[in-house]
């Protein structure tokens, strides 16, 4: 298993981060994931393999006369629909940002995708996308199964 900067090596720049980066990605070895021993089991047993955590990010910053004017806005009752629309287009890039991840691994789809939104101040908030990238490897088992909810 290999790390970022392993073998005692100091990463300095976003240019070496995303160099290395690419040569993990390049050698296949265990897939990171965001699921559940049993999800994991079903999900091989559908006939799928997990690729890897995959992950999309977007920081939004309404700038000091959005936030003012949100503010005043706020004062009043109804939507606040600068606001909105700036949620709404950073939760889109964060979803994008995470299919590309999922597409560079050769990904058929996305499951338990969950979205974050994280207020850093009152004027910025960043947006997390994360979720297991898998692929269709074979058909499902046909096993029937049984779960027991206590």
């Not at 079903?42 to 006369?65: E, I, K, R």
């Not at 947006?127 to 027991?148: C, F, H, W």
């Given at each position: 298993?290999?790390?970022?900067?392993?073998?005692?090596?100091?990463?300095?720049?976003?240019?070496?981060?995303?160099?290395?980066?690419?040569?993990?990605?390049?050698?296949?070895?265990?897939?990171?994931?965001?699921?559940?021993?049993?999800?994991?089991?079903l999900?091989?047993?559908?006939?799928?393999?997990?690729?890897?955590?995959?992950?999309?990010?977007?920081?939004?910053?309404?700038?000091?006369?959005?936030?003012?004017?949100?503010?005043?806005?706020?004062?009043?009752?109804?939507?606040?629909k600068?606001?909105?629309?700036?949620?709404?287009?950073?939760?889109?890039?964060?979803?994008?940002?995470?299919?590309a991840?999922?597409?560079?691994?050769?990904?058929?789809?996305?499951?338990?995708?969950?979205?974050?939104?994280?207020?850093?101040?009152?004027?910025?908030?960043?947006?997390?996308?994360?979720?297991?990238?898998?692929?269709?490897?074979?058909?499902?088992?046909?096993?029937?199964?049984?779960?027991?909810?206590?």
């Amino acid at each position: 298993m290999a790390f970022l900067g392993g073998n005692n090596n100091q990463l300095t720049g976003m240019g070496e981060i995303e160099e290395e980066l690419k040569q993990l990605q390049s050698h296949p070895g265990a897939a990171t994931s965001n699921l559940s021993a049993m999800d994991f089991w079903l999900l091989v047993d559908a006939g799928y393999q997990p690729l890897g955590f995959v992950l999309g990010n977007s920081v939004m910053s309404m700038g000091v006369s959005g936030g003012i004017a949100t503010a005043f806005k706020g004062l009043q009752r109804g939507e606040l629909k600068q606001l909105t629309q700036l949620m709404y287009a950073a939760r889109e890039l964060s979803l994008q940002r995470m299919k590309a991840e999922a597409d560079a691994l050769g990904a058929d789809s996305i499951i338990n995708v969950q979205v974050e939104i994280i207020h850093r101040s009152e004027e910025i908030m960043e947006v997390v996308a994360t979720g297991t990238a898998v692929k269709k490897v074979s058909e499902p088992s046909g096993r029937q199964i049984t779960l027991q909810v206590k």
